[in-house]
């Protein structure tokens, strides 16, 4: 394997260490690192930490991540116990249903809910129709903190349901045969049982509400609320010109919050894999009666699949097919496909859904295959590199993506000839993979962590060499990984916004980006009819995942 091993020595430390030592230069210099005026110096750390609205836009983003955590982490605890341990009806729906939140980019879902419960979106309209005033302002804090709490609930259900699966059912089964109700049981046991799943899953939430961009922009900025990411949107041309020595010390302020928090759920999941493997084995558990609480449980899980799927969406596909909006008018005497036409009538928008469709398919089997090439090259190698990569490959999930997309643009414009990079797929693509090598890698990884050692021992034993033992043995053992990372990289490339926000150009848009660019120019038709095509793109991946059986 000397032969894999030596491009991922040489080309990985430099893919993902490139751009964080280009955003930690920048923040040292006074002027931009193409300015021939460029020094060294703190001038720049001085202006943004002397800053009101870094301050402000710092104490938000906590408020954000604290709060959208104490909303997700115990109601998707819950949730993961309702659908694992009890006897709730309707569970060959609901847990496809949990994953869509996931898969949804944000910036849609943000859009939607504009449409449905904004000043005058179509559940804002009724509440006021019936009761005379509506009852909940979308754009402020608190409605910011509550959807992205909502929005962020399956994320905590993935790994608390996996830690569920996994525990001694004996302790259930002693608890019940005392008499304690469903609730006590959860609370007593269970739940208190996955409490590193738990408390990995609030770590994850508090990072995320870190790298939110996409749910501030559209539904805090018309409230003046501002956090990190918006900031340093805002910073691009705060004096005129590209303040990149500024805004790469917000970046710098960012990743040293992010990036105790990644190594950290590192740690978290690792201690919660030990956890779990205690005891149960063979042990088979009946299903907690709820009686007629099951009803309650799933019209409560019902509820919440509404407000945080079934009224995002809703506003999308409404707002797609009508051509007026507003207090006192009714949308369905004003349905149309001339959103639809109209998008067709703009070369760029199509341009933008082709690349979109090439990057999803094409760019993610590429990503794929450098994903295997790593992950090939580290199986059973005994080397300290290999520990090197577990830390690498999380380094560019510690940034967020408008951070990430920006690092990737200023490599693109400090390495010589790197410049038609720039705007390019190429370059989309170069970041899209590098920011979620992480996550593409995990899924080969442990399909190769399945294989025996006795597999590829045998072939080698009847003379195949180590490259014929990959074609024949390895590969093929794996294909269900590399279709799994394959499927979960399509979804991810059609949902990202935010990493492409600097780096699309002329001819090279993508939908995401382009649905940031079009929402601040106000052109909402366009982005509702390009929001739904977004959605019936990753549908279709959503889809082929769930029929192929492929689990996050």
Not at 40 to 54: G, K, M, N, R, T
């Amino acid at each position: 394997m000397i032969w894999l091993r030596l491009p991922t020595v040489a080309i990985l430390p430099v893919l993902v260490l490139l751009p964080v030592g280009i955003v930690v230069y920048q923040s040292f210099l006074d002027e931009p690192f193409f300015s021939a005026a460029a020094r060294l110096s703190l001038s720049s750390y001085q202006f943004i930490l002397a800053e009101p609205d870094f301050a402000r836009a710092f104490l938000t983003s906590f408020l954000l991540a604290a709060g959208m955590t104490a909303i997700a982490v115990p109601l998707g605890g819950v949730l993961a116990f309702l659908v694992v341990r009890t006897d709730l009806p309707g569970k060959s729906w609901i847990e496809p249903a949990l994953l869509v939140p996931i898969v949804l980019s944000p910036i849609v879902i943000a859009f939607g809910y504009v449409i449905a419960v904004g000043p005058v979106g179509f559940a804002s309209l009724a509440a006021k129709a019936v009761i005379g005033f509506v009852p909940w302002n979308l754009y402020s804090l608190g409605s910011l903190i509550v959807i992205a709490g909502l929005t962020h609930v399956p994320h905590v259900y993935l790994f608390s349901s996996a830690s569920l699966r996994k525990l001694n059912l004996e302790l259930e089964e002693q608890a019940r045969v005392m008499g304690a109700p469903p609730w006590r049981v959860a609370l007593t046991v269970s739940l208190p049982l996955a409490w590193p799943a738990l408390v990995y899953s609030g770590v994850l939430i508090f990072f995320l509400g870190f790298e939110l961009f996409g749910l501030p922009l559209i539904i805090g900025d018309p409230a003046n609320v501002l956090v990190l990411t918006t900031y340093l949107f805002k910073l691009t041309n705060i004096m005129g010109t590209p303040s990149y020595q500024l805004m790469a010390v917000v970046v710098v302020a960012i990743a040293l919050v992010t990036l105790p928090l990644v190594y950290l759920q590192r740690y978290l999941l690792r201690m919660a894999e030990r956890y779990v493997t205690m005891g149960g084995k063979g042990v088979q558990s009946r299903p907690l009666r709820l009686g007629p609480w099951r009803w309650v449980a799933l019209a409560c899980i019902v509820l919440w699949l509404l407000l945080a799927i079934g009224l995002p969406l809703a506003g999308v596909l409404l707002r797609a097919f009508v051509n007026r909006w507003g207090e006192g008018i009714n949308p369905f005497q004003n349905l149309t496909l001339q959103n639809f036409i109209d998008l067709a009538e703009h070369p760029n928008l199509i341009v933008a859904i082709v690349n979109t469709c090439f990057l999803a398919t094409a760019g993610a089997g590429a990503a794929v295959a450098v994903y295997a090439v790593i992950a090939l090259a580290t199986h059973r190698w005994k080397s300290r590199f290999v520990a090197m990569v577990d830390y690498l490959v999380l380094l560019p999930r510690a940034m967020p993506g408008l951070v990430a997309g920006l690092a990737f643009l200023w490599v693109f414009l400090f390495v010589p000839y790197l410049g038609a990079v720039r705007s390019s797929l190429i370059g989309l693509w170069l970041a899209y993979s590098t920011v979620w090598l992480a996550f593409g890698l995990r899924l080969i990884s442990a399909s190769l962590s399945q294989i025996a050692p006795e597999l590829e021992e045998a072939a080698r034993v009847i003379g195949a060499r180590p490259g014929r033992a990959l074609r024949d043995v390895t590969l093929p053992l794996i294909r269900f990984g590399l279709v799994s990372s394959w499927l979960l990289c399509f979804m991810i490339f059609v949902r990202e916004y935010s990493t492409g926000v600097y780096l699309q150009g002329p001819g090279t848009e993508v939908l995401g980006p382009l649905i940031v660019s079009l929402f601040g120019g106000g052109s909402l038709e366009l982005v509702a009819a390009l929001s739904v095509v977004n959605v019936a793109l990753v549908a279709a991946g959503l889809a082929l995942a769930l029929r192929l059986g492929v689990r996050l």
